[in-house]
């Protein structure tokens, strides 16, 4: 055949001596075709392992970086936990250090009260700060990000501060808590310690009737204050009533025990010629209360308060304890 495409290959097949030649004719054409046919099955076969290993490097490199995202972020738990654990102990100590500073406010309120002055001008209050943590995750999957920012440091400059103060407080409380005891012990005594007017009106007879300093036998035991009926009289001082009643040339009297002072002498004050007696024996009665009114009860020549002051038993001028 003198056509190319027209030619054919012929194939014997020999299995042994005795078995029959197979002969199978193959054109060209289909040699052509099937060898066309290999390369394109050859190559797409390389191309798709090409293409399968190029996926797996790619998917091995997602695995990586999804790895890497999951240890940042469990990073960041541990550090937002730890983070926390910081907040609650800071604010642990901060409520420690508010009742310390209470007690301070508290001492500095008794102060106050009885000087009129000092002090913190201003009320004391612990820092505090936004202590939430903001936290992004980094976009460079590559790199791995360490969690610090300024909440934790400033965290870190509260928690050593209040550290510092709490090694001082324990001191410093018992140093304010004796303070307070003696502040109260101060207050206590000074309440009980004749020291206001006991009534207002005109002084028209002095202790001892003004010639003497020291009391004796048959001189005027206490100070005379006029005033109308029905002014008010008031207690001294803190103390017990020991007698409410009528005595006598005092006429209607009130008695009231005080205790120690501020001297440590034990003080007693008598209230007579009262108009009313608004107090019972056993009554306690604090400084400035409303014990009676005045009146020109007993041996009297008009209304008037005879107001005694006894310190350890003896009379004493009342002039010395007023204001």
């Not at 934790?152 to 550290?163: A, Q, V, Y």
């Not at 005891?181 to 310690?193: A, C, Q």
Request: charged share 25%.
């Amino acid at each position: 055949m003198s056509d190319q495409s027209n030619k054919f290959f012929t194939l014997l097949i020999i299995s042994d001596a005795k078995s029959k030649i197979k002969r199978i004719r193959i054109s060209h054409n289909f040699l052509r075709f099937f060898g066309i046919a290999s390369i394109v099955v050859v190559a797409s076969i390389s191309i798709l392992v090409s293409n399968l290993v190029l996926t797996h490097q790619k998917l091995n490199e997602k695995l990586l970086e999804i790895q890497r995202i999951e240890y940042k972020i469990n990073y960041k738990e541990v550090e937002l936990q730890n983070l926390e654990k910081k907040t609650k102990e800071v604010e642990t100590k901060t409520k420690i250090l508010e009742n310390y500073l209470k007690e301070i406010e508290e001492l500095d309120k008794m102060v106050r009260n009885i000087t009129g002055k000092g002090g913190f001008d201003e009320e004391v209050a612990i820092y505090s700060s936004d202590l939430s943590a903001d936290i992004n995750i980094e976009s460079d999957p590559s790199e791995i990000f360490y969690y610090t920012n300024d909440q934790e440091e400033e965290l870190d400059d509260i928690d050593k501060l209040l550290d510092e103060l709490l090694a001082k407080a324990p001191a410093l409380s018992e140093k304010l808590s004796q303070d307070k005891r003696d502040m109260e012990d101060h207050i206590y005594l000074m309440e009980h310690t004749p020291s206001i007017w006991p009534t207002w009106g005109k002084i028209t007879t002095l202790f001892c009737d003004g010639r003497a300093k020291t009391w004796r036998p048959g001189l005027h035991k206490g100070l005379d204050i006029a005033n109308s009926v029905g002014t008010q009289v008031n207690a001294t001082a803190s103390g017990v009533v020991i007698f409410s009643g009528w005595h006598g040339g005092y006429g209607r009297k009130v008695v009231i025990y005080h205790g120690t002072g501020l001297d440590g002498a034990v003080y007693t004050t008598v209230y007579a010629h009262l108009n009313k007696i608004y107090v019972n024996v056993g009554d306690e009665v604090k400084q400035g209360d409303v014990i009676g009114l005045m009146g020109n009860s007993g041996r009297s020549t008009g209304s008037h308060l005879h107001y005694e002051v006894l310190v350890n038993g003896i009379p004493k001028n009342p002039r010395d304890f007023l204001p």
